[in-house]
């Protein structure tokens, strides 16, 4: 089991509000509002941006259904989300039964600080390396309906490469597919002093062309491990 840096007890309430009738832009990294007129956080939201020490959550890939199988096997394409400031990290392959494969990808947050936070312009599925011919372009996004709710589905293409990636945001026990929601949530669970941790969650295939999402093969494998997936998310927010 992984150790968890424990947070602090709550500190004493902060008289100093934001003005209500004229917030300016809230402070890049935080989602917290800056003190009319001083450009400045408020004194809590300092409070809760102070350092942790590092720590690291041990994700361990949940048990394969009936007619499913872990697989020991290198990521497809060598492709690898660009997500950085996790706490811990899932990327395990799935075979089922009749061969078709399938990746579960998981980057989990905590103690959620600027370095460390889930929604970034610099977390994303598609992304071009700066020295080096990787270039995973976006093809197409859309939502969908799908076993643990409604998710989105991302078309990522490399060349001839082609990558379907459902994915979601796990926000403590709810889905989220919205960036700018995400966000929200984030920053009234800090004001609030409930636990931040979050987590990307995203199913990840090849497919043999920009067309094919391969909806049946990931629809299968949530059916059948959605509840495994939010078990394990549940577990690492408990270890505290």
Known sequence: MARRHHRQGAASRDRTRPCASNLVPAHRGTGLPHLCGTG???????R???????????LPAPSPADGWSLVEAPPFYDYQPRFRGQRGTLYQTYQREDGALLALYIAYYAEQR???????????LNYREETGPVNWQLISTRLADMPPGRIQR??????????????????GGSIETNDRRAKIAFATQRLTRQA?????????????????????????FLRDHAPAIEALLDEAKARQ
């Open 40 to 46: 400045r956080l408020p004194l809590a939201a300092q």
């Open 48 to 58: 809760l941006d102070a350092p942790v020490e590092p720590f690291a959550v041990v």
């Open 114 to 124: 600027p370095g460390n936070q889930m929604v970034t312009s610099v977390n994303r």
């Open 154 to 171: 991302t078309i990522i293409s490399d060349r001839d490469r082609i990558l379907a990636a459902w994915h979601w945001y796990w926000n």
């Open 196 to 220: 931040d941790d979050a987590a990307f969650v995203a199913v990840l295939t090849p497919t043999p062309d920009r067309s094919d999402d391969a909806r049946e093969l990931v629809e299968a």
